[in-house]
């Protein structure tokens, strides 16, 4: 059974850089099939996907976020991490992480909720 | 590719059938819409992806169909799980897209 779990501090100052980690039990990270993604959810902005990585590093990324994201992946500790930088209280959301097969988000972690704030 | 559900809350009894709908700005390619479910306090959870296949374990009073730029989600007889968020996705286009959701009440 494939699970993933976020992990990260639930508080970032404006200005400073969110970090998440994604980590990835009961399945292959290096699966030739899937992506590895970040999908955040706001009640302002609803579900906002963020980015996707491949296990070989390929990424790509939201547009709108895209100078301020940064995914990267471990397969051989089996995670996926997430940098935003410069946060406002505009990137105050639950944020998931998740296993993208080709678009379609068929696995999802519990989320973390991170606040920016002072 | 901005994508509208209608309606935005329905309000039925278990048993019966719900429609829900979801409407792209542009057609979305090859069918590459997918619908969630959202319960209280969870994660969404995939129903069905490529705009009418089920998911693995998702029941069969689930079905999508649609193409271009109008999908619909039906749920044949509600179950009480189903009283939730459904939420419709497009991935045919880079940003992938969500819908703003529906929400379906217990009457």
């Known amino acids: 059974q494939l699970q993933l779990q976020e992990s990260g501090p639930g508080l970032v100052k404006p200005s400073e850089t969110l970090s998440l980690t994604c980590s990835v039990s009961?399945?292959?990270?290096?699966?030739?099939?899937?992506?590895w993604g970040w999908i955040r959810q706001s009640p302002g902005k609803g579900l906002e996907w963020i980015g996707s990585?491949?296990?070989?590093?390929?990424?790509y990324y939201n547009p709108s976020l895209k100078s301020r994201v940064t995914i990267s992946v471990d397969t051989s500790r089996k995670q996926f991490s997430l940098r935003l930088s410069s946060v406002t209280a505009a990137d105050t959301a639950v944020y998931y992480c998740?296993?993208?097969?080709?678009?379609?988000?068929?696995?999802w972690g519990q989320g973390t909720r991170v606040s920016v704030s002072s | 590719v901005v994508l509208t559900q209608s309606p935005g809350s329905l309000s039925l009894s278990p048993g019966e059938r719900a429609t829900l709908t979801c409407r792209a700005s542009?057609?979305?390619?090859?069918?590459?819409l997918a619908w969630y479910r959202q319960k209280p306090g969870q994660a969404p959870s995939l129903l069905i992806y490529?705009?009418?296949t089920r998911a693995t374990g998702i029941p069969d009073r689930f079905s999508g169909s649609g193409s271009g730029t109008d999908f619909t989600l039906t749920i044949s007889r509600l179950e009480p799980e189903d009283f939730a968020v459904f939420y419709c996705?497009?991935?045919?286009?880079?940003?992938?897209?969500f819908g703003q959701g529906t929400t379906l009440e217990i009457k």
């Open positions: 990585i491949y296990y070989s590093g390929i990424t």
């Open positions: 009961g399945g292959f990270i290096s699966s030739s099939s899937h992506y």
């Open positions: 998740v296993r993208d097969t080709f678009g379609a988000c068929d696995h």
């Open positions: 490529g705009a009418s």
């Open positions: 542009q057609n979305v390619s090859s069918s590459y």
């Open positions: 996705q497009q991935y045919g286009y880079s940003p992938y897209t």
